[in-house]
């Protein structure tokens, strides 16, 4: 992943964590410090997310030499090592490595198994082939590279990884969370290993005016709730269960109730079982 948590600062700040944010870094009363103290423990629990599901979560692209097959269908069938699959941007295959066939931006499908299907018609190869794959695989999670007024029919982001047409996204700027919708009819630009901040055209003009820096994300709620989760549990100092008003109850601020130790480990626990539905099995 880059330099950029799945969750904000502004985004954990506005999350009932019952926590004190402006003392991460004692002795400083610089509000940017602590602010910048908070990003580096959110990318840091974003890259504990990472290893828990044994890949990069965040829209990437990935460049895989493989083994596929040919099937009597006539489709190249490749197994991706990263998913869930977003597009496919080229494939070479062969029967050795030397002897390689290229197909650039090949049309494909991807089953209820992840497995990619590429149709390449009636070739002489059978079964196991040799394969160079590039791919782009993962939930998009970026900010917005620029400010937006009420209305704005585009919005720029920092990395256009993973966006697809058609494809809706949310804004979780906090106070002016939406959902938006691309268009359509927009091209992607092909993903790069340094992408470059991108206007993105929207089927619908948004409902309010956004900033720089706001999160832009596909990421389903509860994956980014398991950044939440484990990121509280990093913060929580021994004393933090005396600051809730319900402790030990049903209305307790968080999972921790069911921790004897009441150090975060249950929000630990629960930010693992959320991961367990999006992890890659070896």
């Not at 504990?48 to 097959?69: E, F, I, P, Y």
């Not at 002897?99 to 190869?125: E, H, K, W």
């Not at 950044?227 to 004393?239: E, H």
């Amino acid at each position: 992943m880059d330099g950029t948590p799945y969750v904000t600062a502004a985004e954990f700040t506005a999350h009932p964590t019952y926590l004190d944010l402006e003392t991460l870094r004692p002795g400083i009363m610089d509000p940017a410090a602590q602010t910048a103290e908070l990003t580096s423990v959110l990318l840091a629990s974003s890259g504990w997310a990472d290893n828990v599901c044994n890949q990069t979560l965040g829209a990437h692209r990935v460049d895989l030499s493989t083994h596929g097959r040919i099937d009597r269908d006539g489709n190249l069938v490749v197994f991706p090592s990263d998913r869930p699959v977003l597009s496919v941007a080229a494939v070479s295959y062969g029967s050795t490595f030397t002897r390689m066939s290229y197909l650039p931006a090949p049309a494909f499908r991807v089953d209820s198994n992840q497995t990619i299907l590429i149709p390449v018609g009636r070739v002489p190869i059978r079964g196991r082939v040799w394969v160079d794959i590039t791919y782009t695989a993962g939930w998009v999670s970026t900010l917005l590279a620029a400010n937006a007024t009420a209305g704005a029919t585009s919005l720029t982001v920092a990395d256009p990884t993973g966006i697809m047409p058609g494809a809706t996204y949310r804004l979780w700027e906090p106070g002016v969370e939406e959902t938006v919708r691309v268009s359509p009819t927009w091209t992607p630009p092909a993903a790069t290993t340094a992408p470059a901040p991108t206007a993105v055209p929207l089927a619908a003009p948004t409902v309010n005016a956004h900033t720089a820096g706001s999160g832009w994300s596909g990421m389903p709620a509860d994956m980014r709730l398991a950044v939440v989760n484990y990121t509280i549990g990093q913060l929580m100092r021994p004393d933090n269960a005396a600051e809730d008003s319900f402790p030990d109850t049903s209305l307790s601020a968080g999972t921790r109730q069911e921790d004897s130790r009441k150090d975060g480990s249950g929000l630990v626990t629960e930010a693992e079982r959320i991961l367990g539905s999006y992890t890659r099995r070896m």
